[in-house]
Each structure stands twice: as C-alpha cells, then as structure tokens.
C-alpha cells in the first residue's frame, strides 16, 4: 500500500479558502485513485472528492460540488483540495485516502487501506 501524508489545515474564516495537500511515498502513486474524506466530531466519515489515477475524473459530494477541486501530480506524487467558499460546517479532520480503483473509493471507503493520518480543518463564522 501508498503512505499517504496530509498538510495544509488550519482555521479560517467562513468564506475564506484552505488548500489541503497530501504526499504520497511507498508504491507508484499513479497505480491509485485518490481522494480525501472528512469527519466532525460525533459523525461518521464521509466522503469529499476523488479522482482517478490520472486526474482524468473527479466526483465530488453534493455538499462542496462548485466550492472545492481536487486535482493530482503523478509526477510529484501528489494531490490536493482546493477549498473555496468555505462554510462552518464544513470542520473536520480531512483524510487524504489512495485504492486501486475510484469506484471502490465513492462504493466500498471501508476497504480502504491507504490513510493519512488527518489535518484538521476549522472554519469559523
């Protein structure tokens, strides 16, 4: 599996704007899918946004479709989440997550293997 490392949290504004960036080590980065998840407190992890092995689809959660963008970097083994309009409820800790298939990332997150280790995301009103 990919180790996956996550940077670029922090507390913001409502309205305001956070890039979140997750480094990839261990495999070929290009063999995965990737995508980032978030939790609240008191909730489940839900998914965000993902992308296929070479950015060539993305699918987003209705609840930031139009305010934030994923987008990779084969070559530096990265991918990133680019978040606008940030709302309150969008705190959380984001996890940035890899697997072999994008359709495995939106259908079965439990399989999962690849994790980072989370970067929290605070919006304030």
């Known amino acids: 599996q990919v180790q996956l490392v996550e940077s670029g949290g922090g507390l913001v504004q409502a309205g305001g704007s956070l890039r979140l960036s997750c480094v990839a080590s261990?495999?070929?980065?290009?063999?995965?899918?990737a995508g980032w998840f978030r939790q609240a407190p008191g909730k489940e992890r839900e998914f965000v946004a993902a992308?296929?092995?070479?950015?060539?689809?993305?699918y987003y959660a209705d609840s930031v479709k139009g305010r934030f963008t994923i987008s990779r970097d084969n070559a530096k083994n990265t991918v990133h989440l680019q978040m606008n309009s940030l709302k309150p409820e969008d705190t959380a800790v984001y996890y940035c997550?890899?697997?072999?298939?994008?359709?495995?990332?939106?259908?079965?997150?439990?399989?999962?293997?690849?994790w980072g280790q989370g970067t929290q995301v605070t919006v304030s009103s």
């Open positions: 997550a890899a697997t072999g298939s994008i359709q495995t990332m939106m259908s079965s997150p439990q399989v999962i293997a690849s």
């Open positions: 261990g495999r070929t980065f290009s063999n995965y899918a």
């Open positions: 992308t296929s092995w070479n950015g060539g689809r993305t």
